[in-house]
């Protein structure tokens, strides 16, 4: 079944030229006008990507994130906020709504469906991760429960322990990734250069003795050290 993507321009043309590109590359597409129909239709039709212009009636495209990202259901939800607006200020209020790439207008269709194809990857891997994870703990069966309960109150100081062993940097970091972003995408959001944020990323990996991000996301997610 093909992933469903969201187009939200109140430019016709814009919508239009979008929707056909994707859906020659196989995706499925559903498009709103502006901001408030867009809401609407992700309630309803659950996409797995948003594609969004900022300045649109009703309500704009930070808000639409901002209203996305309130929802638990998308949290994870990978968001590309199309727009004219190019000054740094603007895109850092972009990533700050909680948009996971901001692409300044004119842009190269090719370019947006690359985007695409690699936010989608990652939100498929994270998401698989978790549902392993969710697996896992409801696989439980009524003969371990005694055992289950013992392994949940060490998991639980491990957890404490674990937490405390992080700084809040490290926490915030550890939270974005959990949204699939990129160094430069954090270090927007959270003020620092992404060769800090690699230093943080490298921190959290020792910590958790894990060997890639998605395995740290996995670990996080499992031991609860996101929420």
């Known amino acids: 079944m093909p992933l469903t993507i969201l187009v ?3 430019d016709l043309g814009t919508r239009l030229s979008i929707s056909d590109y994707l859906e020659l590359s196989g995706y499925s597409v559903i498009m709103a006008d502006d901001g408030q129909e867009a809401l609407a239709m992700v309630d309803e039709h659950h996409p797995d ?3 969004t212009d900022i300045v649109m009636p009703r309500m704009n495209g930070y808000e639409l994130v901002r209203r996305v990202r309130q929802q638990p259901a998308f949290r994870l ?4 906020l199309l727009t004219a607006r190019t000054k740094t200020q603007e895109r850092i209020l972009g990533y700050q709504s909680g948009c996971d790439l901001y692409l300044p207008k004119p842009f190269e269709l090719e370019e947006l469906a690359a985007a695409i194809r690699n936010l989608l990857e990652r939100s498929q891997i994270i998401q698989s991760e978790y549902r392993f994870s969710h697996k896992e703990s409801m696989g439980l069966s009524n003969s371990t429960k005694a055992v289950d309960t013992h ?8 957890q404490s322990q ?14 974005l990734l959990t949204h699939g972003l ?7 959001q959270l003020h620092l250069s992404p060769r800090t944020v690699e230093k943080y990323v ?15 996301v996995r670990f996080a997610i499992k031991h609860g050290l996101v929420e």
């Open 8 to 10: 939200v321009d109140d």
């Open 49 to 51: 990507l948003i594609v």
């Open 77 to 80: 939800l990978p968001v590309i």
């Open 151 to 158: 392994n949940s109150l060490f998991a639980q100081i491990q």
């Open 162 to 175: 674990m937490l405390s062993a992080l700084t809040s940097r490290e926490q915030e970091v550890l939270e």
């Open 182 to 188: 990129s160094n430069a995408e954090m270090g927007h």
């Open 202 to 216: 490298s921190s959290l990996l020792r910590k958790t003795s894990t060997n890639n991000r998605a395995e740290l």
